[in-house]
């Protein structure tokens, strides 16, 4: 159950991006701010230097399509100074590249690679944006809702292996 979070993090986040911070949330006793695309490098990087989020534990992302803003990427993160935990999740749109996180946190290089091959997502300022988890010719972005795994699956078989499909 998701409920409103009003502590003392979540007021410095508030004071310091004002309307970038669009809310703020607690779930199974997690809390996670939700921020605009727009000034995540720079809340990634306050959340690191300031606040002492030192591990980017996982970076992901999540279809909604038929929301405006299409996916929810979300970052979750580790402060070993205060054994805490806290996620960013920054609604955007399909079309939208939001600013890679690798100059904050390096081990974001292979995470938005794998949401670039999962879900379609391209990260501005990313140094090496490529496929890590399918073939380079591979054809669209499988953790799409609307992406179709039998069609892709059965092309890709019958071109690079020379079966008929590979179900």
């Known amino acids: 159950m998701q409920v409103p979070v009003d502590n003392e993090l979540v007021r410095r986040y508030r004071a310091r991006f004002g309307a970038a911070i669009l809310d703020a949330l ?9 921020v605009d695309a727009a000034q995540l490098n720079e809340i990634a990087r306050y959340t690191r230097d300031e606040e002492k989020f030192d591990l980017l534990e996982d970076y992901t992302a999540v279809d909604w399509p038929r929301r405006e803003k299409r996916f929810d990427l979300i970052a979750i993160l580790y402060s070993f100074p205060h054994n805490a935990r806290l996620r960013l999740k920054v609604p955007i749109a399909a ?8 100059e904050i946190w390096p081990v974001a290089n292979w995470l938005e690679r794998e949401i670039f091959d999962m879900f379609g997502i391209a990260f501005a300022g990313h140094p090496d944006l490529k496929r890590i988890l399918l073939p380079d010719g591979w054809e669209g972005h499988p953790l799409r809702k609307d992406y179709d795994i039998l069609k ?16």
């Not at 892709?152 to 179900?167: F, H, K, M, S, Y």
């Open 95 to 102: 079309n939208e590249r939001p600013a890679s996180l690798v």
């Open 26 to 34: 607690e779930d199974r006793k997690q809390p996670y701010l939700i």
């Open 152 to 167: 892709q699956d059965a092309a890709w078989v019958r071109e690079n292996l020379g079966i008929d499909t590979g179900q």
